[in-house]
């Protein structure tokens, strides 16, 4: 009786600190794990995010580069952090095609994380080196089909968007090439400029900047429709590849046990983000879409995560693509 008194006692203290430690938080800096290496887009989104976040918060928001293996790296580590709210993920369309591509996953996106929402969607482009010997897409999809044992094409990893859109390219046009993996498009990007690699399917978080100052040729984006800032590029369904569509949608997630306190913080901290000047304006520079903010919402995130799953799922299983 004694003993499980104690019990209850000692059971009842631990869950009054955890529920005072969440109602005081964020009492200091959190977090933001990037899956990726610094410099790129998925990086990107994360500095414009952690700013604007930085201020419903009322704490720094710092982010900490943790890539490799196409992003299942960095979701290891948040999905092992502390459920404190301290430890923070942000990942895109690679928590949905991840469980596909990985016989040995070492976490479930769906039941291994709190859900806490859809931030924003990027376009991708197919982009390659500023001496590629082709006009425009039509050109490319021919250059790339006659000289496909030569070509290199660049990725973050398996699991990546850019390894994604890749799969999708040679499985549209017929064409296997050699992939280059790095631990993130920053890195990819660096090697694309030095002329080491021949294309690569980017965000345009990473690319329009490059675009922009001619360091390399675009050929067409991977949206439905034309992107209005690079809107000279034509979509891969206008330049013949027909239901050729990928958006690169990201999200935030803590690690599952999060006191809801501190999760319904970062739902308001990401809702307020996602209405501030200053990341918007950032985002649309860069082609990206924030969602509107009734979208960004566990609720929400969470049902998006399990359709893009299902239908990545099946899209990998027919290309038969695997890794151990
Ligand atoms: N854009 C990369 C990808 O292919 C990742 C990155 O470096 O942000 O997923």
Request: aromatic fraction near 6%.
């Amino acid at each position: 009786m004694i003993k499980g008194l104690r019990l209850l006692a000692a059971t009842g203290i631990a869950l009054a600190a955890t529920l005072a430690a969440a109602q005081g938080y964020p009492a200091k800096p959190v977090t933001v794990v990037v899956p990726f290496t610094a410099g790129g887009p998925t990086d990107t989104v994360a500095r414009s995010l952690g700013q604007a976040m930085s201020k419903p918060l009322g704490q720094t928001v710092v982010v900490e580069n943790v890539g490799g293996a196409g992003g299942t790296v960095g979701a290891t580590r948040v999905k092992n952090a502390a459920p404190d709210g301290y430890t923070i993920l942000l990942h895109h369309i690679g928590m949905s095609t991840a469980p596909g591509l990985y016989r040995k996953l070492a976490y479930n996106p769906q039941t291994d994380f709190e859900m806490i929402g859809l931030i924003v969607d990027v376009p991708m482009t197919m982009i390659a080196r500023s001496d590629f010997p082709a006009k425009d897409f039509r050109e490319f999809v021919s250059y790339v089909k006659a000289n496909k044992e030569k070509l290199n094409l660049a990725n973050a990893g398996l699991g990546a968007a850019s390894h994604l859109c890749g799969l999708m390219f040679q499985s549209a046009i017929e064409a296997n090439v050699t992939t280059v993996p790095f631990k993130g498009t920053a890195d990819a990007m660096n090697a694309l400029l030095g002329k080491q690699v021949d294309f690569m399917c980017d965000q345009t978080t990473n690319t329009t900047g490059q675009i922009k100052a001619n360091a390399v040729k675009a050929y067409a984006v991977t949206s439905a429709m034309r992107v209005p800032t690079l809107p000279d590029l034509p979509t891969m369904q206008e330049g013949g590849l027909k239901g050729f569509e990928v958006g690169i949608w990201h999200a935030v997630y803590a690690p599952k046990g999060t006191p809801k306190a501190a999760v319904d913080k970062l739902v308001g901290a990401i809702q307020e983000a996602s209405k501030d000047a200053d990341f918007r304006r950032r985002m649309s520079e860069l082609g990206a879409t924030v969602y509107p903010v009734e979208q960004i919402t566990p609720a929400a995130l969470a049902s998006h995560l399990k359709s893009e799953t299902e239908k990545w799922g099946s899209v990998i299983k027919k290309a038969g693509v695997y890794a151990d």
